[in-house]
């Protein structure tokens, strides 16, 4: 089983879609969890930390379940510049950290 | 942001060389600096961490003798692929650690074996 697996994607979805992205985790004891964003023939950007309690940057909300090992992200009013692979990334005790496979999003007009 | 380098951006090389890759980071220290490996439509692998002054730590399958990294400073470190083959064709990116929950990433370096 691999340590982070996210949704096989792609999604197609036109603009002003609202989108959901999940994720699970197959190490509990991970400390630490984080969306990033990745470009085409570019390196990862983190989009945004998850929290226990959830949070919100704008259009995008990110809940973690720590019972379940699962992550989401949730992307409201689709633009066609949110086109990109997200990532599903956790942290565990020695700071190394897990990506998911990505799953990569297409905003069309 | 903290901005982190790496150099050369690209590079092609013959198959049997050896190549070398630069990763600095240039606003900030980081005792911790990471190297990844991303082949197509797959995701960042981890293949090794490597902290200033002392050997690095590889990941289960990564071979040390052919992966060198030598993080000599706190602001760089480098990975070398020693006798390169086409199968070590990928994107090869680095990330460094300014604080515990955040990594930066470089830009990556593409290498291709012919």
């Known amino acids: 089983r691999k340590e982070v697996e996210q949704d096989p994607g792609p999604f197609n979805v036109p603009e002003g879609a609202t989108v959901a992205f999940n994720c699970t985790y197959s190490?509990?004891?991970?400390?630490?969890f984080f969306w990033y964003r990745q470009d085409c023939r570019k390196e990862p950007k983190l989009l945004m930390s998850v929290y226990s309690s959830g949070n919100e940057d704008g259009r995008f909300t990110a809940q973690l379940n720590r019972a379940s090992q699962y992550i989401s992200l949730l992307i409201r009013d689709s633009k066609l510049s949110d086109s990109a692979t997200y990532l599903c990334?956790?942290?565990?005790?020695?700071?190394?950290?897990?990506f998911g496979a990505g799953t990569r999003l297409t905003v069309k007009p | 942001g903290a901005v982190v380098s790496q150099h050369p951006s690209w590079v092609i090389c013959k198959s049997g060389t050896s190549v070398k890759i630069e990763c600095r980071s240039l606003?900030?220290?980081?005792?911790?600096m990471f190297w990844y490996r991303q082949f197509p439509k797959q995701s960042l692998m981890l293949m090794a961490t490597s902290n200033e002054g002392s050997k690095a730590t590889y990941e289960q399958g990564v071979e040390k003798d052919k992966f060198l990294i030598n993080h000599a400073s706190l602001t760089l470190s480098t990975l070398t692929v020693t006798s390169a083959h086409p199968e070590d064709s990928s994107f090869y990116i680095c990330?460094?650690?300014?604080?515990?929950?955040?990594?930066?990433f470089g830009p990556g370096t593409r290498l291709t074996v012919l």
């Open positions: 990330s460094a650690t300014r604080d515990p929950d955040t990594q930066y």
């Open positions: 190490n509990s004891a991970s400390q630490s």
């Open positions: 990334v956790v942290k565990g005790n020695n700071n190394d950290m897990r």
């Open positions: 606003d900030f220290q980081a005792t911790t």
